[in-house]
């Protein structure tokens, strides 16, 4: 089990950036596969970034070269850099943790945090 509790949004101007982060409770925090999502008001979460034990990573095409996901295991805490913020950025993002090798979508991830709100205005 891993309890997820992330923190770091808000409202920033467009171009702008921020970091999120996301405390992993558990001893196992380097044994998971780690991702983020986002979702925004009447819109399907969708996938932002993973990054798995080893280190590779995966990001989607609106946000590859301007978000950068990293994992501290000392600390038990997964990072979202967000560089070159737009307003359709603009959601609720969500840690996520999954014991699966492989991901590819939001049902491959078991935990969940409660989300953390980034406003980007224009």
């Known amino acids: 089990q891993v309890q997820l509790v992330e923190s770091g949004g808000g409202l920033v101007q467009a171009g702008g950036s921020l970091r999120l982060s996301c405390a992993a409770s558990?001893?196992?925090?380097?044994?998971?596969?780690m991702g983020w999502f986002r979702q925004a008001p009447g819109n399907e979460r969708e996938l932002v970034a993973t990054?798995?034990?080893?280190?590779?990573?995966y990001y989607s095409d609106s946000v590859k070269g301007r978000f950068t996901i990293s994992r501290d295991t000392y600390r038990n805490t997964l990072y979202l850099q967000m560089n070159s913020l737009k307003p359709e950025d603009t959601a609720v993002y969500y840690c996520?943790?999954?014991?699966?090798?492989?991901?590819?979508?939001?049902?491959?991830?078991?935990?969940w945090g409660q989300g953390t709100q980034v406003t980007v205005s224009s």
């Open positions: 558990g001893r196992t925090f380097s044994n998971y596969v």
């Open positions: 996520a943790a999954s014991t699966r090798i492989v991901v590819r979508t939001k049902s491959d991830f078991g935990f």
């Open positions: 990054i798995k034990s080893g280190g590779s990573t």
